[in-house]
Structure formats: structure tokens, C-alpha cells
Nanobody, 123 residues
């Protein structure tokens, strides 16, 4: 079992900053890609940013230049630095992790999700 716990959400004014953290714990062999997703009111969950174990990153167009994803592999933790926040960034932010495991003679991957942390951007 692997648990992901997010922290760092809250209420912030437009133009402000927040830093989200997500720590993975439990029976971890290794973690491939870690990512952040969000789900705004009345919207579907969408990709925000991902970071591979090799250091490659990917961002949604809506957050490029404002958000930065980073990882600390020694702590199994992923971060999301969010700057120049806008009201449309208001959402529940979820982290996930792709976890490889060996079963039936093959390497497979399962994805674990955190419970989410609320980010509200409002004056």
C-alpha cells in the first residue's frame, strides 16, 4: 500500500503564490512519473503538470510560466510552486504517482492518488 498526502493548499488573493507538497509513503519500490491534477467546480479533472524520474517535466498550457513542478526523490515528494495565481486556478489539486511492480513475469504500473487539497484564489 502506498499513500499520497498533499498539503499547502489554502486561500490566496489573485497574483499571490502557494506551494503544494505531496509526500508518498508505504511500500515503495520506486516511483516513475509524479504529477499534479486539478478539478475545478463543475469541471472535469485536468492535468496541471508532471515530472518523470529522469527529470523531464510537462505543463498544461494554462499554467506554463506560472507553475513549477519539482521532485525530491530522496523524500518521495513532489512539489508544485504556483505563482501569479488567478481565480480560474481555484480547484481541488490532486497528486499522483506511477508505481512499477512485478507480477506474473512482467513489470506493470499502478497509479496512486492523494485525497486532494483545496486551492481558492479570491479577493
Amino acid at each position: 500500500q502506498v499513500q499520497l498526502v498533499e498539503s499547502g493548499g489554502g486561500l490566496v488573493q489573485p497574483g499571490g503564490s502557494l506551494r503544494l507538497s505531496c509526500a508518498a509513503s508505504g511500500s515503495i519500490l520506486r516511483i516513475n512519473t509524479m504529477g499534479w491534477y486539478r478539478q475545478g467546480p463543475g469541471k472535469e479533472r485536468e492535468l496541471v503538470a508532471t515530472a518523470t524520474s529522469g527529470g523531464s517535466t510537462n505543463y498544461a498550457d494554462s499554467v506554463k510560466g506560472r507553475f513549477t513542478i519539482s521532485r525530491d526523490s530522496t523524500k518521495n515528494t513532489v512539489y508544485l510552486q504556483m505563482n501569479s495565481l488567478k481565480p480560474e486556478d481555484t480547484a481541488v489539486y490532486y497528486c499522483n504517482a506511477d508505481l512499477p511492480y512485478y507480477s506474473g513475469g512482467y513489470w506493470r504500473t499502478t497509479t496512486s492518488w492523494g485525497q486532494g487539497t483545496q486551492v481558492t484564489v479570491s479577493s
